[in-house]
């Protein structure tokens, strides 16, 4: 019998969000009998830690990682001295480069195997522990557009020369992968699009009704998203309310939270907006989403908008501003639209989406017939990772 394949994935949390959530279902995806997997996690906690998959190794990072994830202006803020000066002491050992050496040492605390192979889960930081280790093939995951959003632009000397002992970089959509190469001046990528959990997703459509969604005052809209800028939550909105009042009467619907929650619901007090609900976090949208007419992605950025994905695959076409991927994910008709990343298209985009319920209703039915590709997918990640 041939021996397992060794998989060392690397994160710096499980907290809720895209990359963790695609984490685990690529981990769970992976045959057993083929992959021994051990996620290493630098600062371990998180919601989706309870989502880990049956069968990989947790490992937890050394005391020296945990403020990696962590935001130098929160820490400050919340006036943690501790917090304050453990994360001032990774910021030195990184901006002087004496964090490869550091790694190394700390890699010997918390790893008692050689690995086969050693994934970054996440670009930044993760990338630059992988790059310094001794496993025998090493990847990077990128999962962001950096042509708008660079991480890592505070330490580019020190991601570049990490990625010259990188032997593969899987981006994934096709514009995140120009981007990264464009940005770092690498040539050795390749992209893969996110695996989906529809399993988990059609079962837990069984156990929800959606009943929350029942506005009657034209088509329901919805979005599933964290409240931060990247989202641009605002523009959403803005193009709802004067949506609304060129004729298009309609529900939104947010399902989610965080720090611009307060900001956003300010707004719809101020605008008068008595057609927004307020749905809070919900672990488990699908049923929700799948009740809507249309799912409305207004993000600013993205690498690979898996929630995207996840509405075609309850049957609820998409209007999405233009990021990464989207136009990946938006092939046909059905699917929806795809608009250019401005206030003014995206009003455009949802006043030309809700101007025929019949068509919303046509597309959901088409719909039906949706199937998300995770078969060749998963294919594609195995032959990277030999």
Request: glycine content about 6%; aromatic content about 8%; hydrophobic content about 40%.
């Amino acid at each position: 019998m041939t021996d397992k394949i060794k998989i060392l994935f690397v994160n710096d949390e499980m907290r809720m969000g895209g990359v963790a959530r695609v984490l685990n279902t690529l981990m769970a995806a992976l045959p057993k009998d083929r992959y021994e997997i051990d996620l290493l996690i630098l600062h371990k906690e998180g919601m989706l830690l309870e989502e880990i998959p049956e069968g990989v190794t947790v490992i937890e990072g050394s005391p020296f990682f945990k403020p990696v994830d962590q935001s130098l202006d929160l820490l400050w803020q919340e006036k943690d001295l501790p917090g304050l000066a453990s994360k001032l002491r990774l910021l030195t050992y990184m901006k002087t480069g004496l964090i490869r050496k550091k790694i190394k040492k700390e890699r010997k605390k918390i790893l008692h195997k050689q690995y086969d192979v050693e994934v970054a889960a996440k670009e930044g930081f993760c990338t630059i522990f992988t790059a310094y280790g001794d496993s025998k093939k090493k990847i990077n995951w990128m999962l962001t557009d950096y042509s708008v959003c660079n991480y890592s632009r505070n330490h580019m000397p020190l991601v570049k020369k990490a990625l010259a002992h990188i032997d593969l970089n899987i981006a994934d959509s096709e514009q995140a992968k120009i981007a990264y190469e464009t940005v770092f001046r690498v040539s050795n990528g390749i992209t893969i699009h996110n695996l989906m959990d529809v399993d988990r997703i059609k079962k837990e459509l069984e156990q929800e009704d959606g009943s929350e969604i029942n506005g009657t005052d034209g088509p329901n809209i919805i979005t599933v998203a964290r409240f931060h800028p990247q989202k641009s939550i605002d523009r959403l909105l803005i193009a709802s309310h004067e949506t609304y009042l060129a004729g298009n009467h309609h529900t939104l619907y947010l399902i989610g939270g965080g720090e611009e929650e307060e900001k956003l619901r300010s707004m719809v007090r101020d605008m008068n907006m008595e057609n927004v609900v307020f749905l809070g976090y919900r672990q488990h949208p699908y049923a929700a989403m799948a009740k809507a007419d249309l799912y409305v992605s207004s993000s600013l950025y993205e690498g690979f908008a898996t929630v995207i994905s996840e509405s075609l695959i309850v049957g609820t076409p998409v209007s999405a501003t233009e990021v990464s991927g989207a136009r990946e994910q938006i092939t046909k008709p059905e699917h929806g639209w795809v608009v250019e990343n401005s206030q003014k298209s995206l009003t455009e985009g949802l006043k030309t989406a809700l101007s025929s319920i019949g068509d919303l209703k046509d597309m959901k039915y088409f719909l039906k017939d949706y199937t998300y590709p995770n078969e060749e997918i998963l294919k594609e990640f195995m032959k990277g990772l030999k």
